[in-house]
């Protein structure tokens, strides 16, 4: 079952570089990162890839794989002709550090200003009482192993560096969308997606959701039903009325 | 949090790759495929808007229905009603016209499909995106999106009506009960598949109970999310199928009224 | 010499549930607090737990309380647990919990709203807090975004996010720096671009995880290289019960590239069963004298305890992993393992598949992707892997002090909670208890303090050569090492071990040692894998001394030692702690006996006398029946 794969990966410091080529040994059974880890071993001890539990739970090995982002810890060599070039890129939105290793501290950024969960102020812990089904919805996004892909391969800042500042990518519209679906969370969050992280910039293209290697229907749940929970608050004629003439306070249905 | 403190000795920018993806699979089918069936679907659209045979007995070509000018054939306008008098000369599909193709046109999956195909804004995952500039769905003309949910009240009213439609369809050529041809059959299904888009449209799902915080306390209408949700995942595949049904419908009754066809009567 | 500064309160080393943990408390009681992750923000180790986090909170049976979670805490460390760690870690672990949820962190729930609980092993009760089989991404992730929310706070306070806590990611430290006998500091790199940073700071919480990567099958990932331990050593703490590796009696044993990684117990609380190659459900064969009474010996009983728990006994599919996972090895070296040399672990006749992807969607989820096993259809094929270290530094049970003033441990890194062997889920509690703790210690100790400690020059100075040398070597790769490091300890210190072998063992570590200092790395500093793991090789081969010393030493076998020379347990050695220490340049390795303190009279009398005999010497059993008669 071993054979010899033919492999391009990216080389170089800080987005210079180049496209170097290897052809190197494939087991039976390996993925992608097994035959990176096998070029540092034996031809290329400083080539640079991020990884760490291998077993995609961590989100950390996400590269692009014949154009594709992809974990390399969950990419199955058995999924490629044995003649088949495979091309290994970082990804591409973020700046290299070096040969696969992304600077990803935009993703920290963002994250850092998405207001944090805001629980009514007199329930203590160790009172708090969930049903099931109404923290499933978060739970899900809660799924979430951060490796960024998904902000990586949307074209709103993959394509458009400017949008950076005004986009927060699916990421963390995401996450607007878990702490907004909580039951015991207070803060109000709709303006927020809309204003500051950019929801309007989303143009459900779906390729967050093609990407995600946990399968987490991020368009579907979480940024579509935020977009519809945004022209609650501020495209519906009816509830624009009611705001304007009672002057409603900002507070949660359901 | 900061991954360095000091500049790095290289300047800081993304893998200086120059081209515009390195996809290796067929990633430019899918889009080309989707443009060519939503075209299709256009120049069809236009045909048959200003196409005049929308009725024959006992059977109202989707694309014109309701009917309510007064241009309308007596067993054409619904319910009987004519709202629109003389006065409105132009083909009578134009007054509803604007229900149905808003609806999906601002619908979020066929907003995927066309900003796919159409505006390539991207043509695929990964795939570089030929525009300088890019404000998505945050200004004019494209935040007017945000009222799908109105279109989609309307789309209720229009899936009624064209239930209504195959329900008269159980008629023969003189107006009994009781009878059922191809046609008939053909809006049947097309009904269905009308309101199932309908149903499983992302606002629907939104105001059932997508839009509260404790499903718990409102079980009724969890369940009436759970039974969208099951629908919504399948709205892609609704979208597509209810816009060939409803072509299809709307052709054969057309071809029937032309005399191109003859119905089969099966009973 | 282009060195950066930085002065902050605590250090933490480790971003894992027990360093996050130690950096909250340390920054809510005021402290200037850094955060030193080997790995990104929220990727560490600790993601890849599991089954949940044990508290005894009652939720599902609500019999349970810390006494009950306590006894099986000891029972499950066969008594060589330190029982004041034990006895805290039961009391306080419901509030740790308690306290994550008003953090936002979403567990799964009973029908009445609380949080609900699973069955584990060694567990009397349901007592896991969980979410699906993600538990520790949903612990890393809630301690993270409450790092950000503290951030946030601070922002709104300070104008600076980073004023009072500040996460450095990707930086590796290789040095503690002292003055004197105490803490000063830290020193270590930026991975990305190789420069160096000195920390002055009083206190250093070290919570870097374990010592897995000294083992080629092994459920831990490239970080766990023994830093911590290694680091406190040479700073002149000690180590203790470093023998006791626990071995995870289900890894992945197919493909070879995933070899290893963990198949949660999970599967088993929820009804899989171990069979091997002749289809027999072999654990009814290895239930130990010590837990005859407690586990069925019958399918059909075992079948209903899953059903019916207050009637029926459990399985021994659930018996401590030490059992289940030498039972595995059994079986396999018998003959009667699975094609791949494991056994087969089935889920699939037991539970509809609806129900096997939604209690175990990881699971599911893995073996789809990465051996195209759809575990709904098929068994699993399982096999042991290196999981745990029960030892590590020795610290002080409530405030995770070390013998070093201002050294502090938490988590798998420092030692005596977990005895001989870890029951499943007691880890993610006890990062949680003594994380806390730990960074409430640290800021206990910089409130006592009169002067601040400073760090000397010279210091800094050796550290730095320390750290370029491999750069400035054209020697061996150092890949070629750690393996060889990682096949010798696997053979040779692994589940089963004698004299003969960990001796073998030892003159290979004594030759990979020398050959050590003349590895060199190619390349530049700006991250350099080969670089780092020449860095890294140090602490392994440090760490993989103390165990290998240790397991000679110790002949008797418990938990997760097992002497095939001395099989049985032997209530004298119970008596005894192995502690390691090693001399300030790492040349020398020592271990030494140490008294194990007697339990406190309170809790020895939760305690059947029946038990405990099974464990005691006959002059503590004396012992103890005097202290059970004044008590009743």
Same mark, same amino acid.
């Given at each position: 079952?071993?054979?010899?794969?033919? &492999?391009?990966v990216?080389?170089?410091e800080?987005?210079?570089?180049?496209?170097?080529?290897?052809?190197?040994?494939?087991?039976e059974?390996?993925?992608?990162?097994?035959?990176i880890?096998?070029?540092?071993a034996t031809?290329?001890?400083?080539?640079?890839?991020?990884?760490?539990?291998?077993a995609?739970?961590?989100?950390?090995?996400?590269?692009?794989?014949?154009?594709?982002?992809?974990?390399?810890?969950?990419?199955?060599?058995?999924?490629?002709?044995?003649?088949e070039?495979?091309?290994?890129?970082?990804?591409?939105?973020?700046?290299?550090?070096?040969?696969?290793?992304?600077?990803?501290?935009?993703?920290?950024?963002?994250?850092?200003?998405i207001?944090?969960?805001?629980?009514?102020?007199?329930?203590?812990p160790g009172e708090?009482?969930?049903?099931q089904?109404?923290?499933?919805?978060?739970?899900?996004?809660?799924?979430?192993?951060e490796?960024?892909?998904?902000?990586?391969?949307?074209?709103?800042?993959?394509?458009?560096?400017?949008?950076?500042?005004?986009?927060?990518?699916p990421?963390f519209?995401?996450?607007?969308?878990?702490?907004?679906?909580?039951?015991?969370?207070?803060?109000?969050?709709?303006d927020?997606?809309?204003?500051?992280?950019?929801?309007?910039y989303?143009?459900?293209?779906?390729?967050?959701?093609?990407?995600? +290697?946990?399968?987490?229907?991020?368009?579907?749940?979480?940024?579509i039903?935020?977009?519809?929970?945004?022209?609650?608050?501020?495209?519906?004629?009816?509830?624009?009325?009611?705001?304007?003439?009672?002057k409603?306070?900002?507070?949660?249905?359901? | 949090?900061?991954?360095t403190?000091t500049?790095?000795?290289?300047?800081?920018?993304r893998?200086?790759?120059?081209?515009?993806?390195?996809?290796?699979d067929?990633?430019?089918?899918?889009?080309?495929?989707?443009?060519?069936?939503?075209?299709?679907?256009?120049?069809?659209?236009?045909?048959?808007?200003?196409?005049? $045979?929308?009725?024959?007995?006992?059977?109202?070509a +989707?694309?014109?229905?309701?009917?309510?000018?007064?241009?309308?054939?007596?067993?054409?306008?619904?319910?009987g009603?004519?709202?629109?008098?003389?006065? &409105?000369t132009?083909?009578?599909?134009?007054?509803?016209?604007?229900?149905?193709?808003?609806f999906?046109?601002?619908?979020? =999956?066929?907003?995927?499909?066309y900003?796919?195909?159409?505006?390539?804004?991207?043509?695929?995952?990964a795939?570089?995106?030929?525009?300088?500039?890019?404000?998505?769905?945050?200004?004019?003309?494209?935040?007017?999106?945000?009222?799908?949910?109105y279109?989609?009240?309307g789309?209720?009213?229009?899936?009624?009506?064209?239930?209504?439609d195959?329900v008269i369809?159980?008629?023969?050529h003189?107006?009994?009960?009781?009878?059922?041809?191809?046609?008939?059959?053909?809006?049947?299904?097309?009904? /269905?598949?009308?309101?199932?888009?309908?149903?499983?449209?992302?606002?629907?799902?939104?105001?059932?109970?997508?839009?509260?915080?404790?499903?718990?306390?409102?079980?009724?209408r969890?369940?009436?999310?759970?039974?969208? $949700?099951?629908?919504?995942?399948?709205?892609?595949?609704?979208?597509?199928?209810?816009?060939?049904?409803?072509?299809i419908?709307?052709?054969?009754?057309?071809?029937v009224a032309?005399?191109?066809?003859?119905d089969?009567q099966f009973? | 010499?282009?060195?950066?500064?930085q002065?902050?309160?605590?250090?933490?080393?480790g971003?894992?549930?027990?360093?996050?943990?130690?950096?909250?408390?340390?920054?809510?009681?005021?402290?200037?607090?850094a955060?030193?992750?080997?790995?990104?923000?929220?990727?560490?180790?600790?993601?890849?737990?599991e089954?949940?986090?044990?508290?005894?909170?009652?939720? /599902?049976?609500?019999?349970?309380?810390?006494?009950?979670?306590?006894r099986?805490?000891?029972?499950?460390?066969? &008594?060589?647990n330190?029982?004041?760690?034990?006895?805290?870690?039961?009391?306080?672990?419901?509030?740790?919990v308690?306290?994550?949820?008003?953090?936002?962190?979403?567990?799964?729930?009973t029908?009445d709203?609380?949080?609900?609980?699973?069955?584990?092993?060694g567990?009397?009760?349901?007592?896991?807090?969980?979410?699906g089989?993600?538990?520790?991404?949903?612990?890393?992730?809630?301690?993270?975004?409450?790092?950000?929310?503290?951030?946030?706070?601070d922002a709104?306070?300070?104008?600076?996010?980073e004023?009072?806590?500040?996460?450095?990611a990707?930086?590796?430290?290789?040095?503690?720096?002292?003055d004197?006998?105490?803490?000063?500091?830290?020193?270590?790199?930026?991975?990305?671009?190789g420069?160096?940073?000195?920390?002055?700071?009083?206190a250093?919480?070290?919570?870097?995880?374990?010592?897995?990567?000294?083992?080629?099958?092994t459920s831990?990932?490239?970080?766990?290289?023994g830093?911590?331990?290694?680091?406190?050593?040479?700073?002149?703490a000690k180590?203790?019960?470093?023998?006791?590796?626990?071995?995870?009696?289900t890894?992945?044993?197919?493909?070879?590239?995933?070899?290893?990684i963990?198949?949660?117990?999970?599967?088993?609380?929820?009804?899989?069963?171990?069979?091997n190659?002749?289809?027999?459900?072999?654990?009814?064969?290895?239930?130990p004298?010590?837990?005859?009474?407690? =586990?069925?010996?019958?399918?059909?009983?075992?079948?209903?305890w899953?059903?019916?728990?207050?009637?029926?006994? !459990?399985?021994?599919?659930l018996?401590?992993?030490?059992?289940v996972?030498?039972?595995?090895?059994s079986?396999?070296?018998?003959?009667r393992?699975?094609?791949?040399?494991?056994?087969?672990?089935?889920?699939?006749?037991?539970?509809?598949a609806?129900?096997i992807?939604?209690?175990?969607?990881?699971?599911?989820?893995?073996?789809?992707?990465?051996?195209?096993?759809?575990?709904?259809?098929?068994?699993?094929?399982?096999?042991?892997?290196?999981?745990?270290i029960?030892?590590?530094?020795? /610290?002080?049970?409530?405030?995770?002090?070390?013998?070093?003033?201002?050294?502090?441990?938490?988590?798998?890194?420092?030692?005596?909670?977990?005895?001989?062997?870890?029951?499943?889920?007691?880890?993610?509690?006890?990062?949680?208890?003594?994380?806390?703790?730990?960074?409430?210690?640290?800021?206990?100790?910089?409130?006592?303090l009169?002067?601040?400690?400073? /760090?000397s020059?010279?210091?800094v100075?050796?550290?730095?050569?320390?750290?370029?040398a491999?750069?400035?070597?054209t020697?061996?790769?150092?890949?070629?090492?750690?393996?060889?490091?990682?096949?010798?300890?696997?053979?040779?210190?692994?589940?089963?071990?004698?004299?003969?072998?960990?001796?073998?063992?030892l003159?290979?570590?004594?030759?990979?040692?020398?050959?050590a200092k003349?590895?060199?790395a190619?390349?530049?500093?700006?991250?350099?894998?080969?670089?780092?793991?020449?860095?890294?090789l140090?602490?392994?081969?440090?760490?993989?001394?103390?165990?290998?010393?240790?397991?000679?030493i110790?002949?008797?076998?418990?938990?997760?030692?097992?002497?095939?020379?001395?099989p049985?347990?032997?209530?004298?050695? !119970?008596?005894?702690?192995?502690?390691?220490?090693a001399?300030?340049?790492?040349?020398?390795?020592?271990?030494?006996?140490q008294?194990?303190?007697?339990?406190?009279?309170?809790?020895?009398?939760?305690?059947?006398?029946?038990?405990?005999?099974?464990?005691?010497?006959?002059?503590e059993?004396?012992d103890?029946?005097?202290?059970?008669?004044?008590?009743?």
């Amino acid at each position: 079952m071993t054979y010899k794969a033919k &492999f391009r990966v990216w080389r170089g410091e800080g987005g210079e570089g180049r496209l170097e080529d290897f052809t190197v040994e494939v087991n039976e059974g390996e993925v992608v990162l097994d035959i990176i880890h096998r070029l540092q071993a034996t031809q290329a001890p400083d080539l640079a890839v991020r990884w760490n539990c291998k077993a995609g739970k961590c989100g950390s090995c996400s590269v692009e794989i014949n154009g594709k982002p992809r974990l390399g810890c969950m990419t199955r060599m058995s999924t490629f002709a044995e003649d088949e070039v495979i091309t290994v890129t970082p990804m591409r939105t973020f700046p290299v550090i070096k040969d696969l290793v992304t600077d990803v501290s935009f993703n920290y950024e963002k994250a850092l200003q998405i207001p944090s969960f805001t629980p009514p102020k007199d329930v203590k812990p160790g009172e708090y009482r969930m049903k099931q089904i109404d923290v499933e919805r978060s739970q899900e996004f809660r799924k979430c192993i951060e490796c960024f892909m998904c902000n990586n391969v949307c074209h709103v800042i993959r394509d458009h560096d400017e949008n950076k500042p005004k986009f927060a990518g699916p990421r963390f519209l995401m996450r607007i969308a878990e702490l907004d679906m909580h039951p015991y969370d207070v803060a109000d969050r709709k303006d927020l997606a809309q204003e500051e992280h950019g929801l309007g910039y989303c143009n459900i293209t779906k390729c967050c959701t093609e990407v995600c +290697p946990e399968h987490i229907k991020i368009t579907d749940n979480a940024l579509i039903p935020m977009k519809e929970r945004v022209v609650d608050r501020k495209y519906d004629p009816l509830v624009w009325l009611g705001s304007k003439i009672f002057k409603r306070s900002s507070s949660k249905t359901g | 949090m900061s991954q360095t403190t000091t500049d790095s000795p290289v300047r800081r920018q993304r893998a200086q790759l120059k081209v515009r993806t390195l996809r290796t699979d067929r990633w430019w089918l899918a889009p080309a495929l989707t443009f060519v069936a939503l075209a299709s679907f256009i120049v069809y659209g236009f045909w048959a808007i200003f196409d005049s $045979s929308y009725f024959v007995e006992p059977y109202v070509a +989707p694309f014109s229905s309701p009917c309510l000018a007064t241009s309308c054939p007596e067993g054409a306008r619904f319910l009987g009603f004519a709202p629109f008098g003389d006065w &409105f000369t132009l083909p009578p599909g134009i007054l509803i016209l604007g229900l149905p193709a808003g609806f999906r046109l601002t619908c979020y =999956y066929y907003r995927k499909s066309y900003y796919r195909s159409f505006w390539l804004s991207p043509p695929a995952c990964a795939v570089s995106e030929p525009h300088k500039k890019y404000s998505g769905e945050t200004r004019f003309p494209l935040i007017i999106q945000n009222i799908h949910r109105y279109f989609f009240y309307g789309a209720i009213v229009i899936g009624a009506v064209l239930s209504y439609d195959a329900v008269i369809a159980f008629r023969n050529h003189e107006g009994e009960w009781g009878h059922m041809g191809l046609g008939t059959l053909i809006l049947v299904v097309n009904a /269905v598949l009308i309101v199932l888009y309908t149903l499983s449209c992302h606002s629907c799902r939104h105001i059932t109970a997508g839009r509260l915080n404790h499903f718990s306390r409102h079980p009724l209408r969890y369940k009436a999310w759970t039974w969208v $949700s099951k629908l919504n995942a399948k709205h892609q595949q609704l979208a597509w199928v209810s816009m060939f049904s409803v072509m299809i419908a709307d052709l054969y009754v057309r071809l029937v009224a032309k005399g191109v066809i003859t119905d089969l009567q099966f009973f | 010499m282009d060195i950066e500064r930085q002065q902050f309160d605590v250090v933490v080393i480790g971003a894992g549930g027990a360093g996050l943990r130690a950096a909250i408390e340390a920054r809510q009681q005021g402290k200037k607090t850094a955060i030193l992750c080997k790995s990104l923000f929220g990727k560490a180790h600790t993601v890849m737990a599991e089954g949940g986090a044990a508290a005894a909170m009652g939720n /599902v049976n609500s019999a349970d309380n810390w006494k009950v979670h306590f006894r099986d805490t000891m029972r499950g460390g066969k &008594f060589l647990n330190n029982w004041r760690m034990a006895e805290l870690h039961a009391k306080e672990s419901p509030d740790r919990v308690w306290e994550l949820e008003a953090w936002g962190a979403l567990f799964d729930r009973t029908a009445d709203g609380k949080i609900s609980q699973r069955n584990f092993g060694g567990h009397e009760y349901p007592r896991l807090a969980h979410v699906g089989d993600r538990t520790g991404l949903e612990l890393i992730r809630t301690l993270q975004q409450r790092v950000v929310a503290l951030q946030q706070e601070d922002a709104e306070r300070t104008g600076d996010p980073e004023a009072y806590i500040k996460v450095f990611a990707e930086f590796t430290v290789t040095r503690l720096l002292k003055d004197g006998d105490a803490i000063a500091g830290a020193f270590g790199y930026w991975r990305e671009n190789g420069t160096f940073v000195v920390f002055e700071a009083p206190a250093v919480v070290l919570a870097t995880g374990g010592i897995g990567k000294s083992y080629v099958v092994t459920s831990n990932s490239w970080e766990y290289t023994g830093d911590g331990h290694a680091l406190a050593l040479l700073a002149g703490a000690k180590l203790i019960n470093m023998e006791f590796i626990q071995f995870h009696p289900t890894g992945m044993v197919w493909p070879p590239s995933v070899r290893g990684i963990l198949v949660t117990e999970s599967v088993r609380g929820d009804g899989g069963v171990l069979r091997n190659s002749e289809g027999r459900r072999f654990m009814f064969d290895y239930i130990p004298e010590v837990f005859k009474d407690k =586990y069925a010996t019958t399918e059909e009983e075992g079948d209903r305890w899953y059903t019916d728990q207050a009637n029926n006994r !459990r399985p021994p599919e659930l018996l401590p992993r030490d059992e289940v996972a030498r039972a595995i090895n059994s079986e396999v070296k018998a003959g009667r393992g699975s094609p791949q040399g494991g056994v087969f672990l089935d889920v699939s006749t037991r539970l509809p598949a609806a129900e096997i992807v939604k209690r175990l969607p990881s699971m599911h989820h893995q073996f789809k992707e990465l051996a195209d096993v759809d575990i709904t259809k098929e068994p699993m094929q399982v096999g042991p892997t290196c999981h745990y270290i029960m030892g590590g530094v020795e /610290v002080d049970a409530d405030t995770g002090a070390a013998a070093v003033p201002g050294l502090f441990a938490a988590g798998e890194v420092s030692g005596g909670m977990h005895g001989s062997n870890r029951l499943g889920g007691n880890s993610l509690s006890d990062l949680l208890v003594f994380g806390r703790r730990a960074g409430a210690g640290a800021a206990a100790y910089i409130d006592g303090l009169a002067v601040r400690p400073a /760090v000397s020059e010279e210091s800094v100075v050796t550290a730095h050569e320390e750290a370029v040398a491999p750069l400035q070597r054209t020697g061996e790769n150092p890949y070629e090492l750690h393996q060889e490091l990682q096949r010798s300890m696997n053979e040779l210190v692994g589940i089963i071990r004698n004299s003969k072998e960990v001796s073998e063992a030892l003159g290979m570590i004594e030759k990979l040692r020398a050959r050590a200092k003349n590895v060199g790395a190619a390349g530049t500093r700006i991250y350099n894998p080969g670089w780092h793991l020449a860095l890294d090789l140090r602490n392994m081969l440090l760490v993989s001394e103390c165990v290998a010393r240790a397991a000679i030493i110790r002949e008797e076998s418990r938990g997760g030692h097992t002497r095939d020379d001395f099989p049985v347990m032997s209530p004298e050695w !119970r008596r005894k702690l192995l502690v390691c220490s090693a001399s300030s340049d790492g040349s020398e390795v020592n271990v030494e006996e140490q008294a194990q303190p007697s339990m406190r009279d309170d809790l020895i009398v939760l305690f059947d006398r029946d038990e405990l005999k099974k464990y005691l010497t006959e002059e503590e059993l004396a012992d103890f029946d005097a202290v059970a008669k004044e008590a009743s």
